[in-house]
Structure formats: structure tokens, C-alpha cells
């Protein structure tokens, strides 16, 4: 059964990708903002994920669906599609090349502190790269395995993250920065979620770590990272969620939730 909605997810990401990609090319123009005035929604946004429920809703009808730009629905099979049209939305309208449609299914509540994530696609349109795992089947680069980065010292660590749209959590993410920043190799902020976790999966990062995501921003790259053999976790092992998700090789993740725990 994964391995089904594996291929629809892929084949839906794909056709999402290519109209944001198409959009993209003709103009962006923003629609409204949401937490902040930073914290945007383009058109197009919204007219990707119209097009991912729609074709969802014919493939797989009794599903649910739980998406960024236009909110959940029950279904009757005990699944939900989790939904991010384009994660990295800034990026995507100033034409930085580092954007992607991100479509998992899990089973149970749409709430990644209970459900269980069954098969995630992650595609960057700019790139033309599809990052896709489903569980228990290994993670993957178009038709390529992946696996994460070889441990490393924490000093030797390339780290990723992100910032909150809030500017009060962004002074706290300063402070932890602060503290982090000479204790590691560097730290990379690219603007999309879903690509920093691909990114650990298949060794690009050794490691990333964000507060404040919300469902969509890591529903499938948490399942990707983690069947890439990563250790995927929130605050005090708990499961990954708005609160804190940290994604490394095992041995580094347990060296980071140290440090974490500090600052």
C-alpha cells in the first residue's frame, strides 16, 4: 500500500512542480500575508494547492487532506494528505532557485506528535530534483538511494536552519545562534524547510534544527531524512513538531540535543 501512495504523491508533486514552476516564469505576484507582514502568500501558492487537492481528491476520494493555504478536511480512511504547495515562498518570489512542493501521507490525526507518516515527496521545480521516501523503504533521489553524512565532531558539523516570521522568536533563535555558531563548522539558512531536511538526507547537511514549522514544513522531509538513517526528533525526544524538530546522524543528533538542552 505505501508503495501506492508513494507513486501518487510523486506523480502529484511533479505536476504541482511544473505549474509553480510555469508561474514562476511568468511573474509572481503576492496575494496576502498571513503571521506578519514578512510571512506571505503568492498566488500561486494558493493555485498549486488547488490543483495537489484536486487530483488527490480523484485519486485517493475517502482520504483527508490538510494543506497550508486552505485547511483540513476529514476523510473516512483513516489517512491525510499533509500539504505544502511551495515551501519557501520567499524564495519563490524573488526567483531564488530553492523552493519545493512538499505532499506526505500519514496515518491517524493530522498531528505529527501522534501520526505515523507513511510516504512523503519533496520536489524542487528550479532544480528539477524529487526527493521521495515511503516507510520502511529507504529514502531517495530520483531513482538513487540516499543516505545521511557519515558522523562527524560537532566542531566539523554544517548545520542548517530557519527563522520565525515573529520577530520575538526570532530574537530568542538569535541567542541560540549565538551560542551554536562557533561551536560548529557553519550554519547555512537557505529558506525552505522541506529542502533542509532532503538536504541531511542525503549528506548535503550534517545536520538541521528549527522551531516554529508548521505540519506541512516537515511532514515529508522528516520521513525522507529519517528513512535516510537520521535521527529526526523534537525537544526531549519527543516526536518532531511545531515546538522544535532537529534532523542528524544519529551520533550527532544526540551531541546536539546536549547543546540544545544549554541554550
Keep these: 500500500m505505501t508503495a501506492e501512495l508513494l507513486e501518487i504523491a510523486r506523480t502529484v508533486a511533479v505536476q504541482a512542480a ?3 514552476q510555469l508561474r514562476r516564469s511568468e511573474g509572481v505576484e503576492v496575494a496576502a500575508s ?5 510571512d506571505i502568500v503568492t498566488f500561486a501558492d494558493r493555485e498549486t494547492e488547488a490543483l495537489i487537492r484536486s487530483r488527490l481528491a480523484e485519486l485517493r476520494p475517502h482520504d483527508g487532506f490538510f494543506g497550508e493555504e486552505s485547511g ?3 476523510g473516512t480512511s483513516g489517512l491525510t494528505w499533509v500539504v505544502d504547495p511551495i515551501d519557501g515562498t520567499v524564495n519563490f518570489l524573488y526567483g531564488i532557485p530553492h523552493y519545493a512542493v512538499s505532499i506526505a501521507v500519514v496515518e491517524g490525526d493530522p498531528d505529527p506528535l501522534t501520526w505515523r507518516a507513511l510516504a512523503g515527496v519533496v520536489a524542487n521545480p528550479a532544480s528539477g530534483e524529487t526527493f521521495s521516501a515511503r516507510e520502511g523503504g529507504g529514502a531517495y533521489l530520483g531513482a538513487s538511494p540516499i543516505r545521511v553524512a557519515p558522523a562527524v565532531e560537532l566542531s566539523q558539523a554544517l548545520v542548517g536552519t530557519g527563522f520565525s516570521y515573529l520577530a520575538d522568536i526570532r530574537s530568542e533563535q538569535s541567542q541560540v545562534l549565538s551560542g551554536l555558531l562557533h561551536r560548529v563548522r557553519d550554519i547555512r539558512r537557505m529558506g525552505a524547510a522541506s529542502l533542509d531536511l532532503c538536504a541531511v538526507a542525503c549528506g548535503r547537511l550534517d545536520a538541521y534544527f528549527e522551531r516554529r514549522l508548521s505540519p506541512w514544513d516537515h511532514a ?3 520521513l525522507i531524512a529519517r528513512e535516510a538513517g ?3 526528533t523534537g525537544m526531549d525526544g519527543a516526536p518532531p513538531s511545531r515546538e522544535f524538530v532537529l534532523a542528524a546522524e544519529p551520533t550527532l543528533a544526540a551531541g546536539l540535543e546536549r547543546l540544545f538542552a544549554e541554550l
Excluded: D, N, P, Q
Aim: net charge neutral.
Design 34 to 38: 498571513k503571521s506578519s507582514t514578512e
Design 230 to 232: 537520521a535521527r529526526v
Design 72 to 74: 483540513a478536511e476529514t
Design 220 to 222: 515529508a522531509g522528516a
Design 18 to 20: 511544473a505549474l509553480a
